[in-house]
């Protein structure tokens, strides 16, 4: 017998050993779970890894050798693999166990103190949640579940407290009416200095170079254009004269959405301009910020232009002269 026959009747005999010795063996099985606990309706995967079975079985429903499958179990719930081969049987298990508490819906109150103040008078806003992760303000932006803290607005502002926790979310809101202080009587009023004569002119000047900033829909982004209008604007209130300029922003949203949407929707906007300006320069103490919401909007439909009526009107931001400046 020559070596190659030799050979390959060598080959041929280790395949059938090796056949036979895998026919022989055992069937193995093991299962595996992405997650032992989740809360009701969380997803979590099993897989499973069989070998040298005919049948396998998961929980009763026959599969493949190696798979893996994404399920929400609604209660605890085992997952079995079962591998055979004729009389032998391999079996593994893997558990996961359901939460299925209820999460707590949150619960948030906001009261400011008092509710009706003069302009140039302090309140003080207070708040409580219960079952909340995070809890914002508009206007204040993310603030501890419970506290106060001491405000003074220029003009009447609504404060809404968003509340947002495993169980949901809960809002509350609360206004301050600000008034104008009552003057001397006409006998007793002051003489008008110099200083505040030219107050007018001043006001008349910003009025005239600030104009609103608009928004595209449902964003707080600056749009490109109105970014080179705000470098004008900034470049203007960094000159000397003008440095003393306090001014405010105030934010507006179109129509559509929910109040506590669009109040939430106006602070964001207002505090871009403002972040945007601090970062040309301007001085972050001289600039007040205030959201209107949907309160002032005017417009009925959409518009391709930035006047009433249309709702890309009411998507702005204007700009109000409050005091200071130096006679132009």
């Known amino acids: 017998m020559n070596s190659t026959l030799r050979s390959s009747l060598l080959l041929s005999l280790c395949t059938l050993v090796a056949v036979f010795l895998s026919a022989c063996a055992p069937p193995t099985a093991r299962i595996k779970v992405s997650r032992n606990e989740i809360k009701t309706g969380d997803p979590v995967t099993v897989s499973w890894e069989t070998k040298n079975a005919r049948t396998i079985e998961l929980n009763g429903e026959k599969v493949e050798k190696i798979g893996a499958r994404t399920v929400s179990p609604k209660d605890t719930t085992s997952f079995e693999i079962a591998a055979k081969s004729g ?176 109040l939430g929707l106006g602070d964001r906007r207002t505090r871009a301009i403002k972040d945007f300006l601090v970062s040309l320069g301007v001085d972050p103490g001289r600039i007040e910020t205030a959201s209107y919401g949907s309160e002032k909007s005017q417009g009925s439909d959409e518009g391709s232009t930035n006047t009433p009526p249309s709702w890309a009107f009411d998507r702005r931001a204007d700009f109000i002269y409050l005091r200071g400046g130096d006679q132009p």
């Not at 506290?147 to 003009?155: F, L, W």
């Not at 509340?163 to 009416?177: M, P, Q, W, Y």
């Not at 110099?194 to 964003?219: M, W």
Request: glycine share 6%; with cysteine; proline share 6%.
């Open 87 to 262: 009389k032998k049987e391999a079996r593994d298990k893997a558990t996961v166990r359901v939460d299925s508490t209820k999460a707590v819906a949150p619960a948030v109150t906001l009261r400011a103190e008092p509710s009706a103040i003069e302009r140039g008078q302090n309140t003080i806003l207070k708040w409580s949640t219960d079952n909340a992760k995070i809890v914002t303000i508009s206007g204040l932006g993310e603030v501890p579940a419970s506290g106060s803290r001491e405000i003074s607005p220029r003009v009447s502002t609504t404060y809404t407290a968003s509340a947002l926790g495993e169980g949901g979310n809960a809002t509350a809101s609360t206004r301050v009416t600000v008034t104008d202080p009552a003057g001397p009587p006409m006998a007793e009023r002051p003489r008008t200095t110099t200083k505040t004569e030219i107050a007018p002119a001043v006001a008349d000047q910003f009025r005239n170079l600030l104009k609103a900033v608009f928004f595209d829909y449902n964003k707080s982004d600056i749009r490109s254009t109105e970014q080179e209008k705000l470098r004008r604007i900034a470049d203007w209130l960094n000159l000397d004269r003008n440095k003393s300029i306090v001014f405010r922003v105030e934010g507006n949203c179109d129509p559509r959405g929910t109040s506590e949407y669009n």
